[in-house]
């Protein structure tokens, strides 16, 4: 499983991921601004992302199963 925390907020909450969901997970940590071509191809590959909500500046997400955007009040 691949998941991608994008963006600065949520980061934060990535820590103890790995721990909980186990080998072969993978967790990727990823400024609010994708940068490179590598970190908009680890984010289309993602099964899970974690992070503001989707626009058209960011790559479609082909295999996605999970999209969880963070409630603002």
């Known amino acids: 499983m691949r998941v991608v925390f994008h963006g600065n907020t949520a980061v934060g909450f990535s820590g103890g991921f790995v721990e909980l969901l186990g ?10 601004r994708l940068e490179t071509s590598a970190q908009e191809q680890e984010y289309a590959a993602a099964d899970v992302i ?3 909500p989707f626009n ?3 790559p479609r997400p082909e295999q996605l199963r999970l999209f969880h955007v963070r409630r603002t009040l």
Request: hydrophobic share 40%.
């Open 56 to 58: 058209a500046s960011l």
């Open 50 to 52: 974690i992070g503001p």
């Open 23 to 32: 080998e072969p997970a993978s967790i990727a940590e990823r400024p609010d």
